[in-house]
T-cell receptor, first 109, second 113 residues
Framework: EADIYQTPRYLVIGTGKKITLECSQT?????MYWYQQDPGMELHLIHY???????EKGDLSSESTVSRIRTEHFPLTLESARPSHTSQYLC????????FGPGTRLTVT | KQEVTQIPAALSVPEGENLVLNCSFT??????LQWFRQDPGKGLTSLLL?????REQTSGRLNASLDKSSGRSTLYIAASQPGDSATYLC????????????FGKGTKLSVKP
């Protein structure tokens, strides 16, 4: 059983605010990922990391940034939230297979 | 370009029916293939992982098969139940140990009581 935690689970915030979505894992997996998913739509990879101090942009262009200072922690930051950022954000880890967290549903008003 | 396609996009069946979900991929040089389940507004739950050297995997009422030569995988659900209603996603790992999966768009399954 994978232990991946995402906080907050739900967030409603106004335009222009800075937000950080948290993702943490207890399995010691080096590889971590952030996906963006609109309701009923496909997953899009926006960031990934192969280990500490490693971050890469994914297939979908995103205005968010990530950091990987510790193995267990992979936060995603939006410097200035916009309504177009309204979506579900899913964090995942990988060792042999991918494991997903419960997701953060973000609404920007 | 490596692509993963799932057919059908949506499926509605009566309870108790056996059903098959299809996944096809363009490049047969896969590392492994995963089937996931996603409930509305939730994260993905891994159902089955098939390594490239395997032909099938079973878990309870679920059976997944892999045919690399034809670029296809199927997920068989036996004796479907209303609780099986969800979106099922297929994901192919081409990257060896990198873990960058390519996802299909999913099949939305509805099992009617």
């Amino acid at each position: 059983e994978a232990d991946i935690y995402q906080t907050p689970r739900y967030l409603v915030i106004g335009t222009g605010k800075k937000i950080t979505l948290e993702c943490s894992q207890t399995m010691g997996h080096d590889k971590m990922y952030w996906y963006q998913q609109d309701p009923g739509m496909e997953l899009h990879l926006i960031h990934y990391s192969y280990g500490v101090n490693s971050t890469e942009k994914g297939d979908l262009s995103s205005e968010s940034t990530v950091s990987r200072i510790r193995t267990e922690h992979f936060p995603l930051t939006l410097e200035s939230a916009r309504p177009s950022h309204t979506s579900q954000y899913l964090c995942a880890t990988y060792r042999v297979e991918q494991y997903f967290g419960p997701g953060t549903r973000l609404t920007v008003t | 370009k490596q692509e993963v396609t799932q057919i059908p996009a949506a499926l509605s069946v009566p309870e108790g029916e056996n059903l098959v979900l299809n996944c096809s991929f363009t490049d047969s040089a896969i590392y492994n293939l995963q089937w996931f389940r996603q409930d509305p507004g939730k994260g993905l739950t891994s159902l089955l992982l098939i390594q490239s050297s395997q032909r099938e995997q079973t878990s309870g009422r679920l059976n997944a098969s892999l045919d690399k030569s034809s670029g296809r995988s199927t997920l068989y659900i036996a004796a479907s139940q209303p609780g099986d209603s969800a979106t099922y996603l297929c994901a192919v790992d081409y990257g060896g140990s990198q873990g960058n999966l390519i996802f299909g768009k999913g099949t939305k399954l509805s099992v009617k009581p």
